[in-house]
């Protein structure tokens, strides 16, 4: 749909997403993941190693805002699937980053459901992806869509800074 030259992934985990995303890479596009977890990233690094995408993701260990403020980088697709709390921080500090056009996927935004009856479920997850949805809702630089896929995807493009 894109054709993504820059994808930046907030979230690595075991890898699997990384490598999904890289599939859909120009020839010298590039994948950028942040994750936090040294053990999960060694695994999803000896993945990476056995695939054809090995070359094109670039995996970085830290806290992901901070990393992000040292990313001198446009970006055609970002996708967010860390921890959930930071939800909105990760979009604030991503915006000024994906270009026009570009798409931000945030995983998980459903959380079972749990996002529609917060009173009920208000762990602070649930609370967390309430109110990223609606400041995704009320932004009015971007278009969106919420798909019911799984645990939910919300969709949003960047129509203007």
């Not at 999960?40 to 090995?54: G, I, M, V």
């Not at 921890?83 to 931000?104: E, H, L, M, S, W």
Request: charged residues 35%; proline residues 2%.
């Amino acid at each position: 749909m894109l054709e993504p030259r820059r994808i930046l992934e907030i979230g690595t985990f075991m890898g699997y997403s990384a490598l999904c995303l890289a599939e859909g890479l120009t020839d010298d596009g590039k994948l950028i993941t942040l994750d936090m977890n040294e053990e999960t990233n060694r695994t999803a690094k000896s993945f990476w190693e056995k695939s054809d995408y090995k070359e094109k993701i670039e995996a970085h260990l830290g806290d992901a805002l901070k990393i992000i403020r040292t990313l001198d980088e446009t970006f055609d697709l970002i996708f967010i699937d860390a921890d959930k709390p930071n939800y909105a921080n990760y979009y604030d500090a991503v915006f000024p980053k994906i270009r026009t056009g570009g798409v931000i996927v945030a995983d998980n935004v459903l959380r079972g459901g749990r996002v529609l009856d917060v009173a009920a479920n208000a762990d602070e997850d649930t609370i967390a992806l309430h109110r990223f949805n609606e400041k995704i809702e009320a932004d009015e630089r971007v278009s969106n869509i919420l798909l019911s896929v799984r645990d939910g995807l919300m969709i949003v493009r960047k129509e203007k800074d």
